[in-house]
Each structure stands twice: as structure tokens, then as C-alpha cells.
């Protein structure tokens, strides 16, 4: 009864009804669509995830160099449930990383990325890129040994350029060393720079993904996107499954799943993201013996050691993300089906078995 | 015409970079000691000179056992001791700047003394210290803990062959019997708290109050009056049961996370179940 009432009160103020209609039943998406199509909305939970668990650590943390560290210990040990947070925000940040990895790799994979979606592409691969900043720049919060040595990794790399590079490394760092003006700096974009960035971003994102529809060809399986597109004309799929409760659940299976795992390396292996030098303060005198970034900027940094000329490699770099984010532009070809374009294909695993040799390079 | 414009301007960028040796000596030198490690290592000119060629052979020798020593793992270095300037190699001796050099024999334990005060109290009531005071021999610091290669206080020190030089050791391993238990104490303290740092716990404050209670402890027994050792060592007992129960609550607390997170894991195991059957039931 007292549902129906709510649920009354709100039709006539928002248009309950209607609305239910026209975004969970009536909104229909493929009938090839799986798992993988899901892996978006695990990124936005994981996204979500960290604002919640990163709002509980907020509270407690002093972003100053002098208290820093000494803050992140009280939230371990005396604020209440402080260490289920910072467990939570920690392998989350791990996490989301890796399903932003993983979501660009399958829309890559199933095409999805050409005409009309070339600015949802575009978009996404600027959140993925916010997402790593998100992650250097949170790194250096807890100003441990770990921490400081990481960030003063980081942060030289933009000194291979010639004339502007030692200006954007001392814009970065805020003096010649990672110092309480880094920490000051990358608190400030970790919490109040990147989050709307972020949030913008995600919206257009979703929007575009409503406005066009959904692709029907995962995995190339179909092939009837290969009609001309010379007209904008939304992506319905009058023959496929109601939004809700098809994708929603795999949606949600997906999202639990990516609890299992993070509880999973909370319970079994804790200190997984935490080595003995994370539990160091920092000490700008001290340079521990492996200074080495976390595993995500791990490729790049070997990359960056092996090329011969320090200018080139980090300009490889760059030109290599241009050309991801543009990709779209760049890949003129019709064809969909990664399976039916061998030179692609070839690229893509080349790619990929580059990326894991140099980041396990990178670790030693 | 663009792209040759594009080659060329990339090449000119290059140049500062080509033209000074090889990238692997570059990255060394540019990343991996100057700009990586933000503020430069102080300089210490004593552990240069004593490093050097021209130091004799038998001043040679003190830089690589101090650098084995307690006391560099606590960052006690030269002038801590013997004053002077380590920045300035010019007055790193001076008077001035407060050098006092090697102590005489008879000024050794006035000069450990201005750190260890409490101990330097003990051992001058002793009879270890009466002897030194009045002949201006006998154990001092030095005798039993060595000078630049101080390696931490540890009961084994107290030995037959470095006692019995003097005089028997019966004295002695009493003496070591009333100390052992308190001794094997502090040993199985600091495991645990190696162990929670293993567990990502910080520990430096337990690891000082450790600490603190060891050099009390230790003030105690360079009176060498055994009455004193067993009177007091319920003292620190009681003063080491609280540390030990920190300990061992830490690691309650540790084992109570595992359980809370292992719980919540089975709840999204079991909601992942329910919600995979939801999927798979067949529906219109």
C-alpha cells in the first residue's frame, strides 16, 4: 500500500511510469550481446566504488607531509573499519584500472569503436587515461618510501624533452624534488581536478551510448552494421531483449564478480598491494634499492629504458596514445571482424605479448 | 614536403639528446641519481678521507666497520662522536666546529657516556668502573663492545673468554642466568614485530618503546650487581607483557579482518550464485 503510494506520489511528479518504460523494458539491446558487453558498467561501479571508499578516507587524511603518513596509519589501525576502506580504495584502484583496461580491449576487439561511435571511443579513451592519473596521483598520497620513489620515477620522465621538459617535471613536482608541494599538488588533482573531469566525461559517454544504441555485433558474429551511414539513425533492436532484466543482471553479475575478486585479495592476500616499503614513511634521502613504478606504468617506464634516445622513446609513447584515442580515425577499413582482418589481428597480439614482456621486464 | 618537415624538426629535437654518450649512461646519470633522487645524499668528507689512498692503512679500516655498526643502522655517524664538520672538508676537524678526536683510554666512558648517560651511571658505580677510575684501567666500553664495529648489545657478550681475562667467571654467568629470560624477551618481541611489518603494519612506534625498555634494562646490568638484575626483573617484565600483548592483539586484529573480509566474500559468492541461476532460468 504504502509502495503504491510512493509510487504514485512520483508518477505524477516525474512521470514514473513512463519512464521505467522508456529506459529499462522498452530500451532494447542485441540479442548476441554477453559478458563482455558488460564490463562498462563494472568500470562505472568500480568508478563509484572508489568515490565512496575515497569520501571515508577523505575524512581522516591529512594531505601535509608531516601528517600524511602518520594518518594513513590511524585510518589502519584506529579508525574503525578504516582498514576495510583503504583495503577497498587500494585494490580498487587496482582493479578499475584493469576493467578500463579490459572494457577498451573487448570494444577494440569487436569493432566497436568505428562509425558512429568514433566520439564514444574518443571519450572512453580519455577517461582511461584520467583513470592512470587518477592512479599516480592517488600512489603518492600515503607518502610512503614506496610512494615517494614511484612519483619521483614518474614524475622525470617528462624531463627527456628537450626545453619544456624539466619545466613540466618542476610543474609536476613543484620544485626540483617530489616534496609536501607534490603532496599538496597531486591531492588537489586526485580529489578536486580529476573527479569532475571524470564525471563530465562519463556522462557524455553514457549519453552517447543511449543516443546511438548499442552495437549488435559482438565478436563480429553479425555483420548487418556494414550498411552505409550517411544519416544519423539510432541503434534500436526491436527484435532483442528488454534492457531490464536481460543486460541488467549480467550487469550485476559482472559487479558482484568484481567483488569477489577484490575481497578475494583482501581476505587471502592483504598486503598484495602493500610491500614492506609501504609501510615506510617516506625519506627523500633514502633511495630504497628497487625504485621501480606500480605495475601499470611498468611497460611504458622499460620501454622508455630501452629505446636509445630518451626524446624518442617518450615521444613514441605519446604518438602511440594519440594514436589509440584516434584510432577510429585512423582505421578506414569497413570490415568489423577482427577474425576476418588478419594485419589487424596480427598488430593487436603483437601488441598485447610486447605489453606483457616489457612490464614483466619492467619489474625486475 | 609536410612529412620531411615533421622528420626534420623531430631530429633537431633529438640532437641535445644524441650528442652526449649513450642513452644507457644518460638514463643513469639523469634519471636514476640526479633528478630521480630529489635531494642529493649528504656529503660526508669523514668517510671520504678515511675511504681514500692517502688515509694510513690503519685509519682505513674505521669507515667499512662503522658502516657494519649499530650505530649507522641508527644513523650515528662520525661527528655524533668525535664533533667536527662532515659537510666541510676543510673545518671537518676544526676545533671550532667542536672536533675532539680520538679519546684517551682513561676518557672512554665519559666519551660514550654523554649518550648513554644511564649506563655511564651504572658502570661507574660498578666495580668494573671503580677499578677504571682509580688505576685508569680496566673494562670500559670499549673492552666488551668493541669501537667503530659496535654491533648491537646482545647477552652473548657476556662470555668466558672476554670475562676470564680478568678474573673467573662464575660471577659472570650468573650474572648472565638472571639476564637470559628478560634477554629472550626482547628476541621474540622483535620477531613478532618484524613479522607484523611483514603483515604491512607499522610498527616504529612499538618498535621505540621496545627499545627504550632494552636500554633501561641494559643501564641496569652494567652495575654488575646481580641482587639489583633479580630484584628489578619483575620490573620490566610486567613493562614487557604490555608491549607483548599489543603485539599479539595487532595480531587478533589481523586475524579478525581475514574472517570479516573472508565473510563478506562468501556473501557475494552466494549473491553471484543466486543471481546465475536468476540468469539461467528459462523465462518468456
Wanted: proline share 5%; charged share 20%.
Amino acid at each position: 500500500m504504502a509502495k503504491n503510494k510512493i509510487r504514485d506520489w512520483l508518477e505524477v511528479r516525474i512521470g514514473l511510469d513512463e519512464l521505467l518504460k522508456s529506459q529499462l523494458t522498452e530500451y532494447r539491446v542485441p540479442k548476441q550481446i554477453n559478458v563482455f558487453n558488460a564490463l562498462g558498467s563494472v568500470a562505472l561501479a568500480g568508478y563509484l566504488i572508489q568515490v565512496i571508499s575515497g569520501i571515508f578516507l577523505m575524512i581522516y587524511y591529512i594531505p601535509h607531509s608531516e601528517h600524511a603518513f602518520r594518518s594513513v596509519q590511524e585510518i589502519m589501525t584506529r579508525v574503525p573499519y578504516g582498514w576495510l576502506f583503504r583495503q577497498i580504495h587500494v585494490v580498487g584502484s587496482n582493479l578499475m584500472i584493469t576493467a578500463v583496461t579490459l572494457h577498451m580491449v573487448t570494444i577494440f576487439l569487436m569493432g566497436n569503436y568505428k562509425r558512429p561511435r568514433e566520439l564514444t571511443w574518443i571519450g572512453g579513451g580519455i577517461m582511461m587515461v584520467i583513470t592512470f592519473l587518477f592512479g599516480l596521483s592517488g600512489y603518492l598520497l600515503p607518502w610512503t618510501q614506496l610512494s615517494y620513489w614511484a612519483t619521483t620515477v614518474v614524475t622525470s620522465l617528462p624531463t627527456a624533452f628537450p626545453f619544456f621538459g624539466d619545466f613540466a617535471t618542476r610543474l609536476l613536482r613543484g620544485g626540483d624534488y617530489v616534496s609536501g608541494i607534490t603532496l599538496t599538488r597531486f591531492f588537489a588533482v586526485h580529489v578536486s581536478v580529476l573527479p569532475p573531469l571524470f564525471m563530465i566525461l562519463m556522462g557524455v559517454h553514457i549519453a552517447l551510448i543511449r543516443r546511438i544504441g548499442l552495437s549488435s555485433t559482438p565478436f563480429g558474429k553479425t555483420d548487418e552494421e556494414k550498411r552505409p551511414l550517411t544519416e544519423f539513425r539510432k541503434k534500436t533492436h526491436p527484435e532483442g531483449h528488454a534492457y531490464y532484466p536481460y543486460l541488467f543482471q549480467k550487469q550485476v553479475l559482472m559487479v558482484i564478480c568484481y567483488f569477489l575478486i577484490m575481497f578475494s585479495i583482501i581476505t587471502f592476500a592483504p598486503t598484495f598491494f602493500f610491500p614492506e616499503e609501504a609501510s615506510v614513511p617516506a625519506d627523500a634521502f633514502k633511495t630504497p634499492e628497487n625504485i621501480r613504478p606500480e605495475w601499470y606504468f611498468l611497460a611504458p617506464y622499460q620501454m622508455l629504458k630501452l629505446i636509445p634516445n630518451k626524446f624518442l622513446g617518450i615521444s613514441l609513447q605519446i604518438i602511440l596514445l594519440f594514436v589509440f584515442i584516434f584510432w577510429p580515425f585512423l582505421d578506414v577499413q569497413k570490415e568489423k571482424n577482427i577474425f576476418k582482418r588478419p594485419v589487424l589481428r596480427g598488430v593487436f597480439i603483437f601488441l598485447m605479448i610486447s605489453w606483457v614482456i616489457l612490464m614483466w621486464w619492467g619489474r625486475r | 614536403m609536410g612529412r620531411s618537415v615533421i622528420v626534420l624538426f623531430a631530429m633537431l629535437l633529438s640532437l641535445p639528446s644524441l650528442s652526449s654518450g649513450s642513452y644507457q649512461d644518460e638514463f643513469a646519470k639523469g634519471f636514476l641519481t640526479k633528478t630521480w633522487s630529489g635531494e642529493q645524499p649528504e656529503e660526508n668528507f669523514c668517510i671520504e678521507c678515511h675511504s681514500s689512498d692517502k688515509m694510513k692503512p690503519e685509519f682505513l679500516t674505521i669507515a667499512e666497520e662503522w658502516k657494519a655498526s649499530w650505530h649507522a643502522q641508527n644513523n650515528i655517524a662520525c661527528h655524533n662522536c668525535h664533533g667536527g664538520d662532515p659537510k666541510d672538508a676543510s673545518m671537518s676537524m676544526s676545533p671550532h666546529r667542536g672536533f675532539v678526536g680520538k679519546p684517551k683510554p682513561s676518557e672512554v666512558p665519559d666519551f660514550c657516556g654523554k649518550c648513554h648517560i644511564g649506563i655511564l651511571k651504572n658502570y661507574y658505580d660498578s666495580d668494573h668502573g671503580k677499578e677504571f677510575r682509580a688505576s685508569g684501567k680496566g673494562p670500559n666500553c670499549v673492552t666488551c663492545h668493541g669501537s667503530h664495529n659496535i654491533q648491537k648489545a646482545n647477552i652473548d657478550i657476556i662470555s668466558e673468554h672476554r670475562c676470564a681475562k680478568c678474573h673467573s667467571y662464575e660471577r659472570a654467568k650468573t650474572m648472565k642466568q638472571a639476564l637470559f629470560l628478560t634477554e629472550k624477551k626482547f628476541d621474540e618481541l622483535e620477531g613478532g614485530l618484524r613479522k607484523l611489518r611483514k603483515e604491512g603494519v607499522y610498527i616504529d612506534d612499538d618498535q621505540k618503546n621496545l627499545f627504550n625498555i632494552q636500554a633501561e634494562f641494559r643501564t641496569l646490568f652494567h652495575s654488575v650487581d646481580v641482587n639489583l638484575v633479580r630484584d628489578r626483573t619483575n620490573e620490566f617484565s610486567s613493562k614487557l607483557a604490555v608491549v607483548e600483548n599489543k603485539i599479539n592483539s595487532t595480531f587478533g586484529e589481523l586475524r579478525f579482518r581475514k574472517n570479516f573480509s573472508a565473510f563478506i566474500l562468501l556473501i557475494f559468492a552466494a549473491m553471484a550464485t543466486v543471481l546465475y541461476l536468476i540468469t539461467k532460468t528459462p523465462r518468456d
